[in-house]
């Protein structure tokens, strides 16, 4: 069993930027890679970015691509996703996601435990 719980969304400015967090209990953190997806209103979940257990190997949407950021720290069991440069159409609500295989998915069936998501807001 793997629980994960997401901290740092908010409201920010079009340009702005937010990091996200989510911190991992339950199993070995390390054991396992990690996905950042996020859902809009009225819109399908969508892959952002996702992180193989090392940390070694990532892999973004096209939408995020030299935006955002995804980064691991296994000492403290937390995934982070560092956003910059933020637009209006990054508004959502951002879920990070465990995926016991250890692979580097982007489908969201590929991932085994869900957090309860954190709210970004981005104004225009």
């Known amino acids: 069993q793997v629980q994960l719980v997401e901290s740092g969304g908010g409201l920010v400015q079009a340009g702005g930027a937010l990091r996200l967090s989510c911190a991992a209990s339950?199993?070995?953190?390390?054991?396992?890679?990690m996905g950042w997806f996020r859902q809009a209103p009225g819109k399908e979940r969508e892959f952002v970015a996702a992180i193989s257990w090392s940390g070694v190997t990532t892999f973004y949407a096209d939408s995020v691509l030299d935006r955002f950021t995804i980064s691991r720290d296994n000492a403290k069991n937390t995934v982070y996703l560092q956003m910059n440069s933020l637009k209006p159409e990054d508004t959502a609500v951002y879920y990070c996601?465990?995926?016991?295989?250890?692979?580097?998915?982007?489908?969201?069936?590929?991932?085994?435990?869900w957090g309860q998501g954190t709210q970004v807001t981005v104004s225009s």
């Open positions: 339950g199993r070995t953190f390390s054991g396992y890679s």
């Open positions: 996601a465990a995926d016991l295989r250890g692979g580097v998915n982007t489908a969201g069936t590929m991932y085994d435990y």
